[in-house]
C-alpha cells in the first residue's frame, strides 16, 4: 500500500516547486490534481453531459467539444455552482487517483492540490499532509511574475482562498501534518524538503 502525501498551498507559494524537488529527490510518482482536472473533464464518459445538465447550461461546443471558458464564466463567483460541479468531478477524480496509485508498492505518493484542504471529499484522503506556505506579499509577487498578472488581479484570486490565508496569519489546523516556509533561495528550500523526506521516511 502506497503512502499518501498532499501537497498544497496558495497562490505563490511554490508548491509545485516542492514537488519539483520532490521528484528530484527520487518521489516522482506525483499527482496534479489540478491538471488532471481539465483531462478528466474529456476523458470521463457523461461527466460533461451531467455537469450541463446540473447547471442548465452548455459548456460544449457545437461540435461536443469541452469549452473551458463556458463552464469558468458559469461557476465564476458563483459557489454553489462550483460546488454542482464538484460534487460531479471530484468522485471520478478519486477513482483517476486510485487507478494512478495501483501496483506502485510501498512508495510515496504525491498528491498536488491547491484546494486540498478546502474541499471536504478529500478529507481522510491523504495519509499526511504538507503546507507550502510563504508571506502574502512574497506570494502575491510571484504569482504577478508568474502569470504576467497585475496586483489587482492576483489579490482578487488570493482573496478567495480565504483558508489558505488564514493559514498564512497564523491558525492551526489539526490536518495539516508538515509545514514548509518558503520565502527564501531555491537552495534553502531544497534543505527544507529534504529535511521533510527525512522525517517521513
Known sequence: MSNVLAVTGGIGSGKSEVCKILAECGITAQYNADARAKALYVEVPGLLENIE??????????????VPALLGARIFNDNAALEKVEELLFPAMIEDFERFAEDKGEQILVFESATFLEKTQFNGFADKVLLVDAPFETRLERACARDNASR?????????QQ???????????????????NDSTREELKEKVMKLLTQIR
Open 53 to 66: 445538465k446540473s447547471l442548465g447550461c452548455q459548456v460544449r461546443d457545437e461540435k461536443g467539444a469541452f
Open 163 to 181: 483558508l489558505m490565508n488564514r493559514l498564512s496569519a497564523g491558525e492551526k489546523d489539526e490536518r495539516i501534518d508538515y509545514i514548509i516556509v
Open 152 to 160: 489587482d488581479a492576483v489579490m482578487s484570486r488570493m482573496r478567495n
